[in-house]
């Protein structure tokens, strides 16, 4: 069972997510991005705090890099997170304390269990329409307007 609400300011283009125990955050805010049809917005603000934490980091400068994933166990708090959904897809950074004090942070996981809440700001794009895809030599990637023959910005 899910405790994850979510409500909406119209006027203003902001949907705020609340998460409670249990719910799994990445997961809660891909549900949310295909529930209240935010194709692309911006994640502005994350808090709360996880029982569990999946991130990974970049651990070598050759393209594309090697990945550290690590798996966090709890109890953990969220200082904070955000990121950009584009194609209903969100891709987060967080930052996470320990209990003892130590501080991780990196790229946000599934798997990742709300303890005691998550609280989480989104902002719509509904002008911009954003997908990922490769771009030059490398495999990463990058943010790209999804209609190919819109007006790029610069």
């Not at 409500?7 to 719910?23: A, K, N, R, T």
């Not at 934490?53 to 969220?78: A, C, K, S, Y």
């Not at 304390?97 to 719509?124: N, P, Q, V, W």
């Amino acid at each position: 069972m899910t405790l994850m609400k979510w409500f909406e300011s119209e006027e203003q283009g902001v949907v705020i997510v609340s998460l409670g125990h249990g719910d799994l955050l990445l997961e809660s805010l891909r549900r949310v991005a295909a529930e209240a049809d935010i194709h692309t917005g911006v994640i502005m603000t994350g808090l709360g705090s996880l029982t569990r934490g999946r991130i990974h980091w970049v651990v070598t400068n050759e393209m594309p890099p090697q990945d550290r994933f690590e798996e966090l166990e709890g109890p953990l708090e969220v200082v904070g997170f955000s990121g950009i959904i584009a194609g209903y897809e969100p891709h987060v950074h967080i930052s996470l304390m320990t209990a003892d004090g130590k501080f991780y942070g990196g790229h946000l996981e599934d798997g990742c269990a709300i303890l005691t809440l998550s609280e989480i700001s989104i902002l719509r794009a509904p002008d911009l329409r954003l997908t990922r895809r490769p771009r030059g030599d490398n495999a990463i990637r990058l943010l790209d307007r999804e209609d190919p023959g819109a007006v790029a910005s610069n």
